[in-house]
Nanobody, 124 residues
């Protein structure tokens, strides 16, 4: 599956951004979609994920209460809504597709296809 991440930008602390991941290729509704981020000098870390059919969501502790992930299977898109952004949220955000469900979606090795990333910068 081909994935295209978009929606990043520059925002002040406390602001919001809505990212998008558009997919083409394999049946989107059968894939779980995850979001990861990578700041300079850091490992790529899990942010949020949503399962294929039931739409169960998983969040990193840093995202709970601030981020909400949703999907639209009719449009082959997944959207993380990111609120109350902090400077430490600054990173390149990547979406990825997996055929798995469950807590293993928190690990990047569970994903087979990755998008190119979109930059999110939060100023203080």
């Amino acid at each position: 599956v081909q994935l295209q991440a978009s929606g990043g930008g520059l925002v002040q602390a406390g602001g919001s951004l809505r990212l998008s991941c558009a997919a083409s290729g394999r049946a989107f509704s059968s894939l779980s979609i995850g979001w990861f981020r990578q700041a300079p000098g850091n490992e790529r870390e899990f942010v949020a994920a949503i399962t294929a059919s039931s739409g169960i969501t998983y969040y990193a502790e840093s995202a709970k209460g601030r981020f909400a992930i949703s999907r639209d299977n009719a449009k082959n898109t997944v959207h993380p809504q990111m609120n109350s952004l902090k400077p430490e949220d600054t990173a390149i955000y990547y979406c990825a597709a997996a055929e798995w469900i469950g807590p293993r979606l928190r690990t990047k090795d569970s994903y087979t296809d990755w998008g190119q990333g979109t930059q999110v910068t939060v100023s203080s």
